[in-house]
């Protein structure tokens, strides 16, 4: 069996978020190598910036040494990934926790999504529009009720684990 990789492209809120941990513990368990890409959040929505912070790690690894490659990212992660995959040609299969609406270009039946995961309360795209794209694609999208952008409710932790549970278990 060949060597596996699952690199990690938090969002704003960094690793903190239970999504991104159990994503890429999923993979973990499976024998996948973990990397994780921190991204220096200075308050502003500077793509530019994170790709350029996420090449820096991304260029040294050496993608053509794995079998297997796949990127979980979350919110403006979502695009850094997206972007860098396609920059660099790498051959990941995508993991799209509650991506924006500029992860939209990368949504297509050929760029190997595996999950597309989105709360039908996100205030930053349109989970029923995003939804609607992926069937069109032919993309997995698990479309969370009564949840938001961070995919999660305050003072519920049994919720939490529910919304937790629901998306880990769409990847296998």
Known sequence: ??????VSFPGVRGYEIPLLYFGAKFYEDK?????FISHPWNGDYDFSALLENAEKVIQEV???????IVFVAKSIGTVVAC???EKYQIPAALI???PLYETMPYIHHGNDIKLVAVGDKDRYIDALMLS???EKEG??????????HRMEVMNDLNRNL???ANVIRKLG
């Open 62 to 68: 050496k993608f053509d040494e794995y079998d297997d």
């Open 96 to 98: 799209l926790f509650t």
């Open 31 to 35: 024998g996948y190598e973990k990397l």
């Open 1 to 6: 069996m060949g060597r596996k990789i699952g």
């Open 162 to 164: 529910e919304i937790v």
């Open 139 to 148: 993309i997995l999208c698990h479309v969370e009720q009564n949840v938001g």
């Open 83 to 85: 972007q860098i995959k």
């Open 132 to 134: 609607a794209e992926c």
